[in-house]
C-alpha cells in the first residue's frame, strides 16, 4: 500500500496571522495538523512547538520495540505507532511548557493538534482539542476524530443539536488542548485503510464553516489532491470564515 498526499493552509479572511502549523512527512508515514491558541504570537509558536515535537519524537522511534526505554510507561494494550505518538504528544506538551516558563509572553498558550501515522495498512490517529481527522470510504464520509468541546459535550449530552452548535458563541471553546499540563489525555485509535480511501485532517477553519456534505463532496469532486486541499479553504474562505484554514488529503493506493 502507498499513499499520495497534499496539503494547504491559508490565514483566513480576518487574520494577519497564521496559528495553524501542519507537517507531512511521507518518509516517516506521518501527517500533524495544530491550531494554536494564545495573544499576540503565542498560538503560533505553540503549534510549531507541537508540531516539532511529535515529528521529533517519530524520527527517534522509527525503529523501536516495547522492550527499549521510553520517555514515558510503555502501554502494553496499545501497538508501538499508539505509544509512538502517545508519547510524542507528551514530550510536545513539554516542550510548550517549557517555552511558556521561558517567557511571560507565551503562558497560556496551547494548541490542539491530530496526527496520524500510517504503516502498511494501518492508521494510527491521536488527537488532543477539536482538529479532525475524516474518512471518505466507499463514498461515505466519516469522521474520526471526537472534539474536545464544549459543544461536543452538549450534543453528547443531548441539550445541544448539531446545527445549533454550528451557531453557538461557545463553539470555538475546547475542552482539552496541549497546553503545558501534566495531565494531558491523548485520544488514540486504529483502523484499516484499503485502497481508494481519502484521509483529512484539518483544523477548524475548515468544518466551522463548510457541512460534513460539502467536505465530502469536496473529497470526491477532484482527482487531484491540490485541487481538493485548495477547494476546501476556499470554500472555507467564500463562506466567510475568519478562521485560519489548514488541511491535509491522503489518498490510499493499493501496491
Known amino acids: 500500500m502507498r499513499v499520495s498526499f ?29 491550531d494554536g491558541m494564545g495573544g499576540h504570537a503565542a498560538g503560533e509558536v505553540a503549534s510549531q512547538a507541537a508540531i516539532e515535537g511529535i515529528v521529533a519524537f517519530a524520527e527517534a522511534t522509527v525503529s523501536v520495540s516495547p522492550d527499549q526505554t521510553w520517555p514515558i510507561p510503555f502501554n502494553p494494550n496499545q501497538s508501538v505507532n499508539a505509544n509512538r505518538l502517545d508519547a510524542g504528544f507528551r514530550m510536545a506538551d513539554r516542550r510548550i511548557a517549557a ?19 500510517i504503516t502498511d495498512s494501518v492508521v494510527t ?48 471553546i475546547v475542552t482539552r488542548a496541549l497546553s503545558g499540563s501534566e495531565e494531558l489525555e491523548v485520544d488514540i485509535r486504529e483502523l484499516s485503510l484499503e485502497p481508494g480511501d481519502r484521509l483529512l485532517l484539518c483544523s477548524d477553519g475548515v468544518f466551522a464553516v463548510l457541512t460534513d456534505d460539502q467536505i465530502g463532496e ?32 491522503l489518498e490510499v493506493h493499493a501496491g
Not at 101 to 117: I, Q
Not at 225 to 240: F, R, T
Request: hydrophobic share 40%; net charge negative.
Open 6 to 34: 497534499a496539503s494547504a493552509t491559508d490565514k483566513g479572511l480576518r487574520r494577519s496571522t497564521n496559528e495553524d502549523n501542519l507537517a507531512v512527512r511521507d518518509d516517516l508515514g506521518l501527517f500533524v495538523v495544530a
Open 99 to 117: 517555552e511558556a516558563a521561558a517567557s511571560a509572553e507565551l503562558r497560556g498558550m496551547a494548541t490542539t493538534a491530530v496526527a496520524a501515522l
Open 125 to 172: 490517529l491521536a488527537h488532543v482539542g477539536d482538529s479532525r481527522v475524516y474518512r471518505l470510504h466507499q463514498g461515505q464520509l466519516e469522521q474520526l476524530t471526537r472534539d474536545h468541546s464544549w459543544v461536543e459535550e452538549q450534543i453528547r449530552a443531548g441539550t445541544l443539536t448539531e446545527s445549533a452548535a454550528r451557531a453557538h458563541p461557545w463553539r470555538n
Open 218 to 249: 469536496v473529497l470526491q469532486q477532484h482527482a487531484d489532491l491540490d485541487a481538493v486541499c485548495h477547494a476546501l479553504i476556499k470554500g472555507a474562505n467564500d463562506g466567510g470564515g475568519p478562521d485560519n484554514v489548514t488541511a491535509v488529503v
